[in-house]
């Protein structure tokens, strides 16, 4: 029997929320209070009405020195529902690495998408990677866009995606799609799954989807050019 190594090396770490406040409000930028953080990771900003309400009025992406750039939090919303006009403002909270505890694995075969597992930290929620490819069936689209990963992630309240290519396990942000951290792997992928391993098979496309994502041709180069390093 063929057996399959993997380095043996430290597992990822689950970051843990960082917190912050805004200080200063600029168009659609702000200065925070200084923090140790990545540059990419994306979390919310609150706003607290008092010690019992608050509510999220925007999502945050840290742009490092102390600086966080604004994002549409549109995990909740409802079209039936008036949307809330607040805007961030000196003083609201500022938390980088919110659901970054709940993740999804997107590997090119089982052997990859095993040691992916074996490296996270057990306190992390996985999701398996059919819900990923359910959705994406039903939309009949066989190459995962950013704007797939955001609207899985919104909808399965998850913050980390965990893509394996080029031999190199890559802790990603689900909403800037910025690797954080990466594992390397002693061993290749038996077989390549496109567009990624799972239970449920490939993705049928539509055939009126003329202007839609194509199949994927090479794993690796596609989510190379997905995934910021």
Known sequence: MIRFWIFLMLPFVLFAQIKSQIVSVSENEAAIKPIEAQKGMSGIVVHHYDAKHSTIVARAVYEGNGKIRFMVYD????????????????????????????????????????????????????????????????NKDPAPTKEDFKQFCNKYAVGVVYIVFDNMIHKTDCYTMQSLQTVKLSASPQKINTPFYSRIGKVETSIFNFFGSSEINDYNAYYRSLVVQ
């Not at 919303?77 to 003083?91: A, C, D, R, S, V």
């Not at 709940?102 to 819900?131: E, G, M, W």
């Open 75 to 138: 995990a909740l919303k409802q079209e039936n529902l008036p949307k809330p006009k607040l805007t961030p403002k000196p003083g609201d909270e500022v938390i980088l690495g919110y659901l970054y505890d709940r993740a999804t694995i997107v590997a090119p075969d089982l052997l990859t998408f095993q040691a992916a597992q074996s490296h996270i930290d057990a306190n992390t929620q996985l999701l398996h990677p059919d819900l990923f490819l359910a959705e994406l069936s039903k």
